[in-house]
């Protein structure tokens, strides 16, 4: 059983286009994030939920829009997307706040052609 | 605010030989620091956390780190490495005044060659 899972694995798409990443987890946690991964692995913090309310917002252009319709849910809304916005994208989440563990989910590789 | 500092991008190191991933850190309140692996194409895992008690804290795959609070280091050993543990390492830290939000350090590739 896949603690936290992510679809797509795998998104190539053209510029302009909108697109969506879900991720779920079945930990019964109670925070999710979602992080971005550029092509040197530098990790940054997008932003978080806690029990469905959006607790962590980074400067993140407003083309990037969250939501988490319950706990164990929390997706990815992109929209007109560019060339920048090619990374990897990790789902993760915890019981709780800056003590827990994060478990990350497999990840989704986004392509902006 | 929180930093982390990774000090080295990349570590060659042959099998069963010792290995060092250096990471210091930032921060004006108590601190809970964190090392994640991220094996290719996979997500991060916790290695080990430290919160608080014993400096030294053992964590999975025979990794140990030991906390260092004059110094700000938070640095990840292994007596003996197998090609296995070719990875990415990442150093982490979050503290009270950041609330839910880590911050990961730029991470250290380590290279396990036979």
């Known amino acids: 059983d896949t603690a936290v899972s992510q679809t797509p694995k795998y998104l190539v798409t053209q510029m302009g286009n909108d697109k969506s990443i879900k991720c779920e987890q079945n930990?019964?946690?109670?925070?999710m994030y979602w992080y971005k991964q550029d092509s040197k692995k530098f990790l940054k913090i997008m932003f978080s939920?806690?029990?469905?309310?959006?607790?962590i917002n980074e400067t993140v252009p407003n083309r990037f829009s969250p939501k988490s319709p319950d706990k164990a849910h929390l997706n990815l809304h992109i929209n007109s997307l560019e060339l920048g916005d090619s990374a990897v994208y990790f789902c993760?989440?915890?019981?709780?706040?800056?003590?827990?563990?994060?478990?990350f989910g497999p990840g989704t590789r986004l392509l902006v052609l | 605010a929180q930093s982390v500092t990774q000090l080295d991008s990349q570590v060659p190191v042959f099998e069963e030989a010792p290995v060092e991933l250096r990471c210091n850190y930032s921060?004006?309140?108590?601190?809970?620091l964190f090392w994640y692996v991220q094996y290719p194409n996979q997500g991060l895992q916790l290695l080990l956390k430290?919160?608080?008690?014993?400096?030294l804290v053992k964590g999975i795959n025979g990794f140990e780190a030991e906390f260092n609070k004059s110094q700000t280091s938070f640095h990840l050993r292994k007596p003996s490495v197998h090609i296995s543990d070719t990875a990415e390492y990442f150093c982490a830290v979050s503290d009270l005044g950041g609330g839910f939000k880590t911050i990961f350090g730029a991470g250290t590739r380590l290279f396990v060659k036979a």
């Open positions: 930990l019964g946690h109670d925070t």
């Open positions: 939920y806690n029990n469905k309310e959006l607790i």
């Open positions: 430290y919160l608080s008690g014993s400096t």
């Open positions: 921060s004006s309140v108590s601190v809970y």
């Open positions: 993760a989440s915890s019981q709780g706040d800056y003590q827990e563990t994060q478990y």
